[in-house]
């Protein structure tokens, strides 16, 4: 194995790790939102989405199946699309409230982008 398909196994497993990792601070109902949990459910749980891409993504690197690379780019661009409309969603300002950003929010957005460029490297 090259090391584009390593470094794309570890943005994987980094995506996946960031879902429990803490996203945002709410200073008004002092809590902590992570990818599987907001007050209420009211931002859902990206973090189930998000972990299947993953493991979409590992299984694309480590099986050399041309049909699986492409399924692979597939998910990892949808992927890419839903880091950042939930980045956008969890650290949007409200009421006059603005959620203070924790670095799993950036993990999840970085690591979504790192999964992408390297899903797209993978398939020559």
């Known amino acids: ?28 109902i ?14 859902g749980k990206p973090g ?22 492409r399924i692979n780019l597939v998910a990892a661009a949808l992927g890419m699309a839903y880091a950042i409309k939930s980045f956008l969603l969890f650290t949007s300002s409200y009421d006059g409230y603005e959620p203070q950003k924790q670095p799993g929010i950036y993990l ?3 690591s979504s982008i790192v999964h992408v460029v390297f899903s797209m490297s ?3």
């Open 122 to 124: 993978s398939m020559n």
């Open 48 to 69: 189930i989405f998000l972990c299947l891409v993953a493991g979409i993504g590992i299984a694309g690197y480590l099986l050399n199946k041309v049909w699986l690379y």
């Open 108 to 110: 999840m957005l970085i």
């Open 1 to 28: 194995m090259n090391s584009r398909k390593w470094i794309g196994i570890g943005a994987c497993v980094i995506l996946a790790a960031s879902t429990f990792m803490h996203w945002a601070w709410y200073p008004d």
């Open 30 to 43: 002092q809590k902590y939102f992570t990818g599987f949990f907001s007050e209420k459910n009211y931002y």
